[in-house]
Every structure is written in structure tokens, then in C-alpha cells.
């Protein structure tokens, strides 16, 4: 960014973009994401491998989160599959353009690329969604170790440790001892090449450990998933412990825990709220939980309970079953429950670049960072029909399909050939968007249909003062004007040409709707 405010001019050979009336935000960061990782790196659930993987909550169903698809006999790594820290996801990253292009009609211009398989899983990367090759994308080659409570599955014959940890404390047990092991690795090595080798047994050579020396000595943090509200606690029990640098990706119940959590630890926010429970049938309905009952109201709130407990918040649209349709409206929920705008747009700019080390250069407009913007046609935040419209990753643009869309809303003036004498001279076409309008003429309004540059208008017999029947009229965009052809009731054939006079004015948008009294009590069981 060269430079921000009222007034600029533009250099002579730079192309100008009018996006009067739009919003214009910094670029989005997405702060969990499996973009661009191979299938063995991908996983839906941090607990109970061996059996069908418990997705986060509102997830649905997933794949089995099995062990890291590694043998552990190969090269000096950990004896336990599960414990693959050295793994650098910079190196396996798969080009996956569909996948950036997703996450760019989000908003998203950065993405924390996140292996999700394992207890020690690998090093995460951030890269920048533009086009070109990794080798110019990748923002951060490192930036943080994600861990989990993974435990479950059958070894087999040719990997008898792959079953290891079977339960939740078997799991605990590796991490903590690994850890252990990491400290003492650490230890040992610098023990011998500051001797030289001279009277001291050469260690062993384990890459696993050598990656965890930046962990326990607190410079590179851990992302800790979290299954459940219990797992906050077993986490920072286990930062507490080694003197780790935690962020925590949440597991959607994590108001339920907020007593837990200390001060200052960032906590990245899945948006994946539960299905509405069906309630119709009454032997139905008797057979849901309290517990079930209460988290579906109270999940919208978690992102608003966890700021007012100044937590730092970054949102994620990572556990969404269709991110394209939900992602928005969710944000949008959660700040009607209770999270304000500015604290949303903060979780999806400011925050994020803080906890991933790039604040030098993302999260706001400011002269001297990165050209990443993205441009919406209202309030991405409050209005449910504002649209991202245009974006820019590291000064490319990318238009979406709105942007280019003709926005036909306004006063014309038509020219008939073939019709009724009465025929309107003028229509006003209005709308909340460029693809939902009316079309209106002597008081009396027609349905309009959009399909790209193409307008089907089915006119009422009023508009050609006729006494019954319906007028079909189609048209189409021709350098800035409309034109096209109809049919009157009677089947005769008429054309027409209409030329903007005038250009819409906004109307008001519709009032934010208000959320509905929460009935759930956090502060008592199950939900407290």
C-alpha cells in the first residue's frame, strides 16, 4: 500500500477502480485452514482415531482421523507415529487453486496452513492466497506446533505402535513424556558439542526432538485443539507444566469453561453452531438433552463470551460443512448474539495477524503493507445481503461474479416498437440488491428476474392498458442500455429499448433483526 486517504491522485499509469458506495476492509485471515495439505496430513477429529471421528460440533460426519501416514523405522524419528513434530507443512504443501479461490469469495487473502493429524502433528505455514507458486506465497515457513489429545485405532502387524495411546490418558501420558524427552534431548546435545565430544557418550540423533527445542524453550507456540470444555483445562495444565506458548483452537464449548482459561491466551473460534434440535414430534423431543438443548442456544454466544472475557478471538471458518453459505451468516449471528461489529472484524484481521506473527504487514489498511483488501457492497457484519464484490491478494485483483454483474437499478426511459399505445414510456427498477428487483410503471409494479445480463420481466395488462393477460418481455445489456423483445397476451411480437435517466437511490436497509432472549443459563449445570 503506497498510501491511504481523501484526495490522492493517482499515478498516471495506475488503473482506477470506482468503488463508491462499497465498504473496503484490510484482507481477511483465515486462522485454521488444511488448504493445500495432502490427503495423509488432513483429518475431522482430534479424539478417538480408530473409530469413526467425532467431528466439532455441527462438523457432521468425517473420515477416520488415523496416524500420520509415516513409518516411524524411517530416518531419526520419534517410535511413536503420532508424534511427527518434525514434519514441516512449507514442504508438503499441494497446489489447490479451487480451494484458494473458496476461501477468496470469503475474503480470506491469507490462510494458516494447520496438519491435523497426530498428537505432535507438524509445524503449521501461513501462506498468501494469491496467484503463483509457494515459492513466492509462503508468508511463514513456521509458525506454530499444533497438538492434540489424539488416542485410538489398531497398529497392525507392520506398525504395532500405531495403536498406542488407546485412551485419553495414554495420549496425555506421550505428550508429556515427549516433552520431557525434548528438554533432556536438548539438554544432552549441548552438553556434548560444548565438550566437543570429549568424555561425554554421543547422543542419539532424533529429529522429532530437535524440532520441539524452539517449544519448550516458549519461542514457537503451540495450537492446541480441543475436542470439549474439558480439554481447555488439560491443555493449559500442560502449558503450565513446560512453560509453553499456548493458543488454543476452541471446541465450540469453550464458554462453558471460561474459569479455565488464563489471561491473554489467544483462542482461535470455529463457527460450526449445532443444527436447530427437531422438536416436532413430541417422543422426539423428550428424547434431547438438556445438555444438547442448551449449547444450541448457547453457541452463538461462545464468540461473545469469550471477548467479554478478553480473551484474544480469532474466527475460523474451519469445521463448516459448506463455508461458501454458512461462513457469513454465522459471523453475522454471532455478533447478534452479542459480539460487537468491530470485535468481529478485529477477530478476522487484527487479532489473527498478532497471534501468526505478521501485524508488521497484515490486518489493517496502512500505508507499507501488503496490498490486501477486500471490497463489499455493505456491511459484511450487519447487513445479511451485503456481498464481497472485489478483492486484492498482494495488489492482484480478483472480481467476483457481483462485480461484474450490471447493476440495472434505476429510471428508464423505453422506446416501444409493436405495442399497445398505452405502453409506459418509463419504469423504475429498484431493489435490496442488483439481483433482486422490481420493476415498477404508472404505480403498478412486475415481477423481474435476473440471470446474469439477461432480465425476464412479466408485466401486469395494466402497464399497456389492457384488461387481462400477462406481457412477457426479455432483455439484455447492450453497452450500457437494455434491449430485447416481448410478447403481448394476444401472441404479437413487440420490441423495445430503455436508456437510464436516472440512477437508483438507496432505500434504507431493513433494521438488524434482533436476537431472541436466551432461556439457557450458563452458570448452571450442564452448560455452567
Do not use: C
Amino acid at each position: 500500500i503506497e498510501a491511504v486517504g481523501a484526495g490522492l491522485t493517482a499515478p498516471a499509469d495506475a488503473r482506477v477502480w470506482d468503488v463508491k458506495g462499497r465498504t473496503i476492509y484490510a484482507g481477511f485471515i483465515e486462522s485454521e485452514s488444511s488448504l493445500f495439505l495432502p490427503a495423509a496430513w488432513k483429518s475431522g477429529s482430534t479424539r478417538d482415531a480408530g473409530s469413526p471421528a467425532t467431528p466439532l460440533p455441527g462438523a457432521g460426519p468425517a473420515a477416520p482421523a488415523a496416524a500420520p501416514a509415516a513409518d516411524p523405522a524411517a530416518g531419526a524419528r520419534a517410535w511413536n507415529s503420532r508424534v511427527t513434530p518434525e514434519r514441516l507443512a512449507h514442504r508438503a504443501l499441494v497446489a489447490d487453486d479451487a480451494g484458494a479461490a473458496a476461501l477468496r469469495r470469503l475474503g480470506f487473502a491469507v490462510a494458516h496452513v494447520v496438519p491435523a493429524r497426530g498428537i505432535f502433528r507438524g509445524r503449521t505455514a501461513l501462506v498468501s492466497l494469491g496467484r503463483g507458486g509457494f515459492n513466492t506465497t509462503v508468508l511463514r515457513d513456521v509458525v506454530a506446533q499444533p497438538l492434540a489429545f489424539e488416542h485410538g485405532g489398531g497398529g497392525g502387524s507392520a506398525n504395532p505402535n500405531a495403536g498406542y495411546p488407546v485412551s485419553l490418558m495414554g495420549a496425555t501420558a506421550l505428550l508429556r513424556q515427549t516433552l520431557l524427552d525434548a528438554r533432556w534431548y536438548a539438554d544432552v546435545q549441548e552438553k556434548y558439542h560444548g565438550h566437543r565430544g570429549a568424555s561425554v557418550p554421543r547422543p542419539e540423533t532424533n529429529d522429532a526432538l530437535a524440532s520441539l527445542d524452539p517449544v519448550v524453550r516458549g519461542d514457537q507456540p503451540v495450537w492446541f485443539a480441543l475436542d470439549d470444555e474439558l480439554d481447555l483445562g488439560r491443555a493449559v495444565r500442560v502449558a503450565d507444566e513446560f512453560k509453553l506458548k499456548l493458543v488454543v483452537r476452541g471446541s465450540g464449548y469453550d464458554y462453558r469453561a471460561l474459569r479455565a482459561l488464563p489471561e491473554g491466551v489467544p483462542v482461535i473460534v470455529p463457527l460450526n453452531f449445532p443444527e436447530a434440535p427437531d422438536v416436532e414430534n413430541a417422543d422426539q423431543a423428550a428424547d434431547i438433552s438438556l445438555d444438547k438443548l442448551q449449547h444450541w442456544e448457547l453457541a452463538p454466544t461462545n464468540p461473545a463470551r469469550l471477548a467479554a472475557a478478553k480473551a484474544p478471538i480469532a474466527l475460523t471458518s474451519a469445521g463448516l460443512r459448506r463455508p461458501e453459505t454458512e461462513f457469513w451468516p454465522r459471523v453475522r449471528t454471532a455478533v447478534q448474539r452479542g459480539l460487537s461489529a468491530e470485535a468481529a472484524l478485529a477477530a478476522l484481521t487484527v487479532t489473527p495477524a498478532e497471534i501468526l506473527g505478521v501485524s508488521r504487514t497484515h490486518g489493517t489498511i496502512t500505508v507499507g503493507k501488503a496490498a490486501s483488501l477486500v471490497v463489499a457492497s455493505g456491511d459484511l457484519f450487519k447487513a445479511e445481503d451485503a456481498e464481497i464484490q472485489l478483492m486484492w491478494v498482494d495488489g492482484e485483483p480478483f472480481e467476483s461474479e457481483s462485480w461484474r454483474r450490471f447493476d440495472a437499478r434505476g429510471t428508464w426511459t423505453i422506446a416501444w416498437d409493436s405495442a399497445p399505445e398505452k405502453s409506459p414510456a418509463e419504469i423504475k427498477l429498484t431493489g435490496r440488491t442488483s439481483t433482486r428487483l422490481r420493476a415498477t410503471a404508472g404505480g403498478t409494479d412486475a415481477t423481474v428476474r435476473v440471470e446474469g445480463e439477461s432480465y425476464t420481466l412479466l408485466a401486469p395488462p395494466k402497464w399497456f392498458g389492457l384488461e387481462r393477460g400477462t406481457t412477457r418481455l426479455a432483455g439484455r445489456v447492450d453497452n450500457g442500455e437494455l434491449t430485447g423483445t416481448g410478447e403481448l397476451p394476444d401472441g404479437r411480437a413487440l420490441r423495445w429499448r430503455a436508456k437510464r435517466t436516472a440512477a437508483a437511490v438507496d432505500s434504507p436497509r431493513p433494521a438488524a433483526k434482533k436476537a431472541e432472549p436466551i432461556v439457557a443459563r450458563r452458570d448452571a449445570y450442564p452448560a455452567g
